[in-house]
């Protein structure tokens, strides 16, 4: 199968060649969809004529737009975007403008419609709150060089990762051999210095992309070390990320040209590097009608259901918990690469060590680390079990010292970093978390009302008061409207109205928590690469105020500021879970509520703020907290988790 697919790859790829290589413009083929089918690497121009190929439609934009809009009235943080204080400044959209402006443009394609939507939504830099059309994020381009920052004789600059060979060859030959057909050698920039890219200097360019399609963090430094490629935890696997430079994720550029120096010359020279698209989507297309109803038509899951009707399955009547979630959706995870063989960690690896989290004891004998990839594992409980038994095992063994990893941890279940947190600080500090709010607009106070009337509970409904704890750390009963009255503040000049303030609940925990910290606080340290959202904002962000954590953050661009923090919200609802609400409570006909959506695509937003613990009037994704120690990447650690803990090791303790 995989070979069919290489062989089809590989035909497009000669018959791409020769389309590029003809002086008159080839035919547009009949059906831009149909010529792609059925192929995991496309050239670019190709998907992007499929893309582009579904005519813009009056109806859909009003569908989206009126969700859209709707949903930003739950949006916590619209008023902050009117002008954005420093240090996130250049954050600041007009957001009801840009919805204005997206209302009466002409358009194209569909295409262009929605990706004007997810622009601005980019832009606004909160990867909790996006527009995301499974429609058109169906290719991730890939440049077959992705790029580092590397500190080299004492001096910091661009290049080709050194590692290029081994990872691109994990992409696969059905990746490579498309390179091979059409003559061009990728394996000899390796390790390349790079002058400029797309006539720029390379830092510059790497600022241009951060703030034009990384999104997701507030911080512009964040968002730079975005556009490097680095290692991750992807599912449960080691993985190194191709960076927003040479990952994007619209096929929408055919190459990259930059001006490098081999490795091993001096010679400066020019390359243009083409970029060749994979296929994301899940389900197979043959033609644009079935391109768009598998990845464009909205679908039995797009939607919200009223939770209480029963006749949901698979997301209703649950005994469960619902759990709240903060955590950003990274493309790139859904078709990710490993890490290549050489930087995969060789100290032992420590129990519970199978998941999300890798646990190892350095050589020193005296450092274990805790790589926390994720916070949203398949097992809720497990993750806990997982942290019980790293620590059972660094105590067994007499660690003196913890570094904790949170290098592109993108977030997850809130609870488990308050446990995380409670675990290492130990249970006396009384709950874990942070201060919250929702938003009070007239349908949320609707629903908690309705909510209250009707009994409704929060196995059902995150608006149930039960979900929730009084400051004293009292789980609230679920009578108590804590919308009656409303707290409103000014925010650049705008009436913001939120809820009362209540904690997270999250015990009983699976596991027995250590009423002591297990290890001295003080010699416990995080680092990463800023690239921490959502739960992994909070989690640090509780480490840092509560505990003062030392915390070092590597990358950047040199000499520009950087936050440890990517991106801070206390809760995210996808656009199903509030359409849920809506529906459970009973509210999907009043006047409020938005339609249902017509395609097939997640508007997401921040539905809870955390407030600073430091500063309980400033939510924590608006307190700027720079890490106490900075390192640039080196040739020995940009890609090797375990070099880089015993660096850091050695700084920090
Ligand atoms: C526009 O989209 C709507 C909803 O999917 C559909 O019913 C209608 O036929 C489309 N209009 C055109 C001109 O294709
Ligand atoms: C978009 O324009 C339509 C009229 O074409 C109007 O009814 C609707 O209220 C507008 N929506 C927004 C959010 O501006
Ligand atoms: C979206 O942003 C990208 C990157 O800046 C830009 O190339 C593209 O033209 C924009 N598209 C729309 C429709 O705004
Ligand atoms: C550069 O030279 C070193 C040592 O001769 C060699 O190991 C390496 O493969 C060369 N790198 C490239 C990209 O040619
Ligand atoms: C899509 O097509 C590939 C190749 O023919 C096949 O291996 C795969 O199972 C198909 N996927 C689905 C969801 O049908
Ligand atoms: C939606 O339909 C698909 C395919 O028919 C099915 O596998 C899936 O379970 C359904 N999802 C829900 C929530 O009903
Ligand atoms: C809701 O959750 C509670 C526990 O919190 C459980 O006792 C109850 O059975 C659940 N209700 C339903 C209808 O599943
Ligand atoms: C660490 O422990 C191992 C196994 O007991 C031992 O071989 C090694 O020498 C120790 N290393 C240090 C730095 O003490
Ligand atoms: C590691 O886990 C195994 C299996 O559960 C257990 O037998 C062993 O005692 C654990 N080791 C330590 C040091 O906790």
Redesign the pocket.
Known sequence: MATSLARNGLLAAVVGLATLSSAVPAPRSADPCAKIAGQTFVVPADAMACLTSFPFNETLRQNVISVVSNIFDFYTFEDYYLDSPPPFQASTVQIRKELARINTTTYSSDYEFSRDIYNVTTIMNDGHTRWLPSCYQTYQNLLPAPIVSLEVDGAQSVFIAPDSVEFINLVGSAYTDYFASIGFDWQRLAGARVLSIAGMDPYDYADLIADTETGNYLDHGVRVNSCWSSYRISGTDFSQRFGDIAGPGFPDRDTLTMEVVLANSTKRETVTIPFLASYLGTANFTDSASFWEVNCAANNETNGVDLLSGGDVGRAGSTLPRRPRAVIKDASQRNAIGLPGPFLPTAPPVNGSEAVIKSF?L????TGVMFVGSFEPDDFNGFQFDVQAAVKQFQAEGIEQVLIDLTNNGGGFVCLGHFLHEYLAGSKIGNPGFQSTNRANPLAEKILATVIAKGITSNFSFYAPDNWASLNNVMLPNTFNYDKPPVTSIINGATYAESQRFFDVCTPFAVDMPEEPPFDLSKVAIVGNADCASTCAMFSTLMFERHQTKVAIFGGRPGLAIEYKGMAGNQVLEWTDIDSEIKTAGLADDPLAPPDLLVNADFRHNWRTAYSYLNEKVPIAYESEQPQFRFPFTVDTYMNPQALWEFAAKQLF
């Open positions: 004891v050589p020193d004998n005296k």
